[in-house]
């Protein structure tokens, strides 16, 4: 009887893991939606005020940081809607199969990234190690020469580590949207029908 069971389990376990990342995509769809209108309304406010002659300093910081988290937002989104950048020199000499296994390939190293890259983050921002200090940033950095959280930005005065905490949650969502998309190439869950933005002129 387990036997049987197996396939349905096995399908759905994969069948979550692609609904974890659909939920995900729809949460990341509205933050990109939100910093956008964010960058765009600080532009307009910098250009207003400069125009003016009484610019706000912290303006340019804010638009930057808007923007990185606006870009790795953006990058995660392209990986599940598979619209990220590829080279398909090789793949257009290959029959169909072949390009099946070599999207699973390319997936799977992606996902390999993906998990590396959330290994670094782990070892840098270091969890384990501010908690045993009681989350003394000071005692915490004079140890272990980690200042990233006695850091603080230019002018806005933020916590470093609270701006870069944007690489972590990419690390993390790059991992669930590479396994949902390698689960879908190597037909262990259902593929998920995208939005297909291919273009510009397909996403105006």
């Known amino acids: ?13 994969a069948d979550g893991v692609t609904q974890l990342s659909q939920v995900i995509l ?9 910093f956008m209108t964010v960058l765009l309304v600080l532009i307009l406010v910098n250009v207003v005020t400069r125009f003016a002659r009484v610019p706000i300093y912290w303006i340019d910081e804010a638009s930057i940081f808007a923007m990185i988290w606006l870009g790795f937002i953006g990058a995660s989104v392209m990986t599940r809607l598979r619209i990220d950048f590829a080279v398909t020199l090789l793949a257009d ?3 169909p199969k ?3 296994r070599l999207r699973a390939l390319a997936t799977a190293i992606s996902l390999a990234f993906a998990v590396g890259f959330a290994v670094v983050c782990w ?12 989350f003394d ?4 950095a004079a140890e272990t020469f980690n200042f990233l959280y006695t850091e603080r930005t230019q002018t806005l005065e933020w916590p470093t580590w609270v701006v870069n905490l944007i690489l972590p ?8 949207h590479n396994a949902a998309n390698l689960l879908e190439d190597l037909g262990l869950a259902r ?13 105006a």
């Open 93 to 95: 000499q290959l029959s």
């Open 191 to 203: 593929k998920r029908e995208q939005v297909s933005l291919t273009s510009a002129e397909g996403a």
């Open 123 to 134: 070892l840098w921002l270091d969890p384990v190690g501010i908690a045993s200090h009681g």
């Open 1 to 13: 009887m387990s036997t049987k069971n197996a396939p349905t389990d096995r399908s759905t376990w």
């Open 137 to 140: 940033a000071q005692a915490y």
């Open 98 to 100: 072949w390009v099946a």
């Open 169 to 176: 949650i990419f690390a993390l969502t790059l991992i669930v």
């Open 26 to 34: 729809r949460g990341e769809k509205a933050l990109a939606g939100f």
